[in-house]
């Protein structure tokens, strides 16, 4: 009976070991299948990611197209490290304003940055004028009083660069100046229409420009009938041509520009009308003679720079 009993027990024990083992089997064999759904279920979303990922690259280069077909062109907003690279080739440096002047070949960039800077075309340390534009790079220069912590760009031309016009701005790294100067002399280029608009999607304060006012007015005085080598001319009819000549010159300017502005699609602004001379004479804190917006043109970039910046407008920070 002893006997009988142990094998008994020793029955039921191995039933139990059997039976524990086959829980243990089915438990390896539903965690296995876990395991495998998981997996499967992670493969299905990752699959499911990339299917999303490739649509929305699809539509998006869909929409590109589109936008290029229409004349409209992507933004592209450079990052952290692109802004770096622009400000290491622009030479920037903090505590410095920078403002550059942008505009086609032959605009008279040159002489503006000279006049802004106190000097005469062929002063010494005078930015080069009267020469043909072939450069592919920007000339920087400082001013030349270092109580003025202020550096002018001349930006190359856009005629001078296989850049298209939309993509001008961002290869210019216009994006990091204090200011830009549109400057243009007769016509308004689809260039300086991108310029205004990528300025302000930049937040980047941009001046629209007219130069050469001077030439200009004496150009449509001659149109009227004017002779400047005549000898006996009467003073009394060339001051008055010079008025009329002045106010059409002005009217015709402003007019062209809203119209530009318009067709663009952009907001009307001012337009800025100057004589490199007279404005000269404005920076060298002269009484200027026959000034049309020169005074205002340096005084909104002055207060604008500043007010970019926090700093009030009674430090010695003036271009």
């Not at 903090?94 to 940055?113: E, N, R, T, W």
């Not at 592919?136 to 912590?149: C, E, I, K, L, S």
């Not at 016509?187 to 302000?200: E, K, P, W």
């Not at 937040?203 to 002779?227: F, W």
């Amino acid at each position: 009976m002893e006997e009988e009993r142990r094998r008994q027990e020793a029955g039921r024990l191995a039933a139990i070991a059997a039976r524990e083992e086959e829980a243990r089997r089915l438990r390896a064999i539903e965690e296995e299948t876990r395991r495998a759904k998981r997996a499967q279920e992670e493969e299905e979303r990752k699959a499911r990611e990339a299917a999303e990922a490739a649509r929305k690259a699809q539509a998006e280069r869909e929409d590109i197209e589109k936008q290029w077909k229409e004349g409209i062109q992507p933004v592209v907003v450079p990052n952290l490290v692109e802004r770096e690279i622009a400000k290491r080739r622009m030479q920037y440096q903090d505590g410095l304003f920078h403002f550059a002047v942008a505009g086609v070949a032959g605009s008279g960039k040159s002489s503006l940055i000279n006049a802004f800077r106190g000097l005469r075309n062929k002063e010494a340390g005078s930015a080069a004028t009267g020469v043909t534009e072939t450069t592919h790079v920007f000339n920087r220069y400082p001013d030349p009083d270092p109580q003025q912590p202020v550096v002018w760009y001349d930006i190359p031309g856009a005629n001078t660069l296989n850049i298209p016009d939309w993509q001008y701005f961002n290869a210019q790294g216009l994006y990091i100046f204090d200011c830009i100067i549109v400057l243009f002399d007769n016509r308004f280029t689809a260039t300086d229409i991108a310029i205004l608009n990528n300025s302000a999607r930049f937040n980047v304060p941009a001046y629209i420009v007219r130069s050469k006012a001077d030439q200009q007015i004496r150009n449509t005085m001659r149109e009227m009938g004017y002779d400047s080598d005549d000898e006996n001319s009467d003073p009394g009819l060339r001051d008055r041509l010079y008025r009329e000549a002045r106010q059409q010159f002005i009217e015709a300017t402003r007019r062209d520009v809203r119209s530009n502005l318009e067709r663009a699609k952009l907001p009307d602004r001012r337009v800025y009308i100057v004589s490199n001379n007279t404005l000269l004479s404005v920076i060298k804190e002269e009484v200027p003679r026959k000034a049309i917006d020169e005074v205002e043109l340096r005084r909104d970039i002055i207060n604008q720079a500043l007010a970019r910046r926090g700093i009030a407008n009674n430090a010695r920070t003036t271009p």
